[in-house]
């Protein structure tokens, strides 16, 4: 066989390499790199969704490994998620809720409807935090290393196998720090 | 006929019934009510509209600012907006986006390590085409040449015989 006959070949098969690559890693293709890993947590200081009159200042995420998870009551797929934090906060995960663009009242429902999981949670009504901390689907989970520094981002709910697998293993990576 | 208009107007009620349910059901962010935005100053008001073209909606990702109906973009917007009214300039702006959202909320990315591929592939691929091409041209060309279309004494034999066999 002549070797110029076998080029389209061999196109053609670089091109269903790269398809099927594309197909297989579709539902990565979501997933927009946060530029905040290893970066400190954005600063905010926002009123607390339990009780309006006291504050949620980010210095508090410094000096322990949390989670901050960026929730709504409107969120369907926070609905997905909540029993799987509930879980993490009775292994003793601190977990930090930045409530994204909520009415407090819908808030507290939700939390005494599903348990609350949340150390505390900060109230985002107009969602300005959440531009900060590159927020673009609820939910969203950031795991906080000592320093303050966000060392990684999970976007969409976190199932079972994300807490098992990804993040329980960093936290106690981080803790090791 | 009678039983057929009865039918439709059955139809139609039903259809308007199923929407003002998808109204009730429809969830979504809640906040104040929001004003439009307004600018006193035609230059901002174009570089507005410039960012706003430039920079990608994060949740329906293949629509930029000033397209998309999704809440954040609006929030985007509204921030954009609210930065050059400050007195900020575009590349302000835009960093401050790419700080938040990396350089995938830029419609136009930098050329870096990164984006190599991005910027170079076309370019690449153009190149190889046009030395593909040129490569097939001149060989079809001395082919032609060379190759006279004589036949060798062997084919002259040949095409004699099959003649003769008519």
């Known amino acids: 066989m002549k070797k110029q006959s076998m080029m389209p070949l061999i196109i053609f098969g670089f091109l269903v390499i790269l398809l099927v690559g594309g197909l297989i890693n579709a539902k990565y293709v979501r997933d927009v790199p946060s530029p905040l890993i290893d970066k400190p947590v954005p600063q905010f200081s926002l009123p607390m969704v339990e009780d309006q009159q006291k504050m949620f200042n980010s210095d508090e995420l410094k000096g322990q490994v949390s989670l901050v998870n960026i929730w709504a009551s409107w969120c369907v797929s926070c609905r997905a998620e909540h029993e799987i934090l509930n879980y993490a906060a009775k292994l003793g995960v601190k977990i930090y809720g930045i409530n994204y663009k909520d009415e407090v009242s819908d808030a507290r429902q939700w939390l005494q409807m599903r348990g609350n999981p949340y150390v505390k949670s900060a109230h985002d009504l107009d969602g300005r935090v959440g531009i900060d901390w590159g927020v673009y689907g609820v939910p969203e989970t950031f795991v906080i290393d000592k320093k303050g520094m966000i060392r990684y981002k999970h976007t969409g709910p976190v199932y079972r196998d994300d807490l098992d697998k990804k993040i329980l293993p960093l936290i106690k990576e981080l803790e090791a720090e | ?166």
């Open chain 2, 1 to 166: 006929m009678e039983k057929n208009i009865k039918q439709s107007v059955f139809t139609y009620l039903l259809l308007i019934l199923f929407c003002v349910g998808a109204l009730q059901v429809q969830a979504g962010p809640r906040g104040a009510p929001k004003e439009p935005i307004v600018f006193e100053n035609a230059q901002v008001e174009s570089d507005y509209l410039e960012l706003a073209e430039e920079l990608r909606c994060l949740v329906c990702q293949n629509q930029n600012l000033i397209d998309s109906n999704a809440e954040l973009a609006d929030d985007l917007r509204r921030e954009v907006a609210k930065m050059l009214k400050q007195g900020k300039n575009k590349e302000q702006v835009t960093d401050f986006m790419v700080e938040r959202y990396g350089d995938f909320v830029l419609y136009n990315p930098p050329f870096k390590a990164q984006t190599l591929l991005l910027w170079g592939g076309p370019f690449v691929l153009m190149f190889w085409g046009l030395f593909a091409m040129l490569k097939k041209i001149k060989a079809g060309k001395t082919e032609n040449s060379a190759e006279s279309s004589e036949l060798s004494e062997q084919e002259k034999e040949k095409l004699q015989a099959i003649l003769n066999n008519k």
